[in-house]
């Protein structure tokens, strides 16, 4: 048993250490290598072995979540595939050392949720992260084409009033229509940087977005007009969507109303009636 709880204890410790080295790992300043050209041929071929033996569908979801996710430093599809086997260990350890002291059916499914749990755990995590970053990027994208639409209403060409959107803001958006400069200034065309931004977000009015800015572009469109009329319709969705989370507060409310406090209001209330009729006819 001392064995068991040692090797469980080393496992756990592991798991968690190789966990905590994915989200450190950005913060720290990597050192010079000595010799550059092998230890790059030995990660490369490192990593191509590990997404040679991943599923090739797997491979790509997981590559769309850290996409979603805003490619986190540290979260590379090569790492979280190095840490899912060793939390997949931890997770068999612990459930087993649980299910050894009552081997019950309800002790083994719970088990095997938890092995479940520690397996896909980064693929949450990511999931969790990308989400709260669709969402931020939802939240400013109407007050982001607003700023484009002055700037370019002001003189400024399209690239530039991104250029300057980008440079002043911050969050998620802001980092998305840099890193769309970038791959334009690195010779990509702009239909395909558009396109790589619309791939790498969740959000439809993004991606619609962005299909208007190629529509545009291909079909000569004054630009100008195309964020007015995107920067109208965002603001009037975002008012309509306030409205509508306001209208869905009431039903929201209703259910806790009536089943936590009018009941606990009504035994405030009729307790002490109840109790002077119990005592009038005792």
């Known amino acids: 048993m001392s064995v068991l709880a040692f090797a469980a204890a ?4 592991g798991g968690t250490g190789a966990l905590v080295g994915i989200f450190v790992a950005a913060g720290r300043p990597r050192a010079a290598s000595v010799t550059p050209d092998a230890s790059q041929d030995s990660t490369h071929t490192y990593s ?3 997404r040679r033996l991943a599923p090739a569908g797997y491979l790509g979801a ?3 979540l850290v996409a979603l996710a805003g490619r986190p430093s540290g ?4 790492r979280i595939l190095i840490i899912k086997p060793v939390l997949l260990v931890v997770g068999v350890v612990l459930a087993s050392l649980w299910i050894k002291g009552d081997p019950s059916a309800l002790r083994m499914l719970l088990g095997a949720a938890l092995v479940g749990l520690c397996f896909f755990l980064p693929d949450l995590l990511l999931h969790s992260r990308g989400q709260k970053r669709q969402e931020t ?3 400013e994208l109407p007050d982001t084409l607003d700023q484009m639409t002055i ?5 400024l060409g399209f690239e530039g009033a991104m250029a300057r959107v980008g440079a002043t803001g911050h969050g998620p958006l802001a980092e998305e229509l840099i890193r769309t400069l970038q791959d334009m200034s690195i010779g990509q065309s702009r239909k395909d940087a558009y396109q790589a931004l619309a791939n790498r977000t969740s959000s439809p009015d993004l991606r619609r977005f962005t299909r208007s800015v190629i529509q545009a572009d291909t079909y000569g469109i004054a630009i100008a007009d195309v964020l007015r009329v995107q920067a109208d319709e965002m603001r009037l969705k975002r008012r309509q969507l306030a409205e509508e989370k306001a209208m869905k507060v009431p039903v929201k409310v209703l259910f806790p109303l009536m089943f936590c406090i009018l009941p606990v209001l009504f035994i405030v209330l009729m307790t002490p009636a109840v109790l002077g009729i119990v005592d009038a006819f005792s």
Do not use: C, H, P
């Not at 700037?151 to 003189?155: F, H, K, M, T």
């Open 48 to 50: 191509s072995t590990v």
């Open 137 to 139: 990027i939802q939240l």
């Open 62 to 64: 997981l590559e769309r």
């Open 75 to 78: 979260w590379t599809t090569e």
């Open 10 to 13: 080393a496992a756990a410790a």
């Open 151 to 155: 700037s370019v209403e002001a003189g």
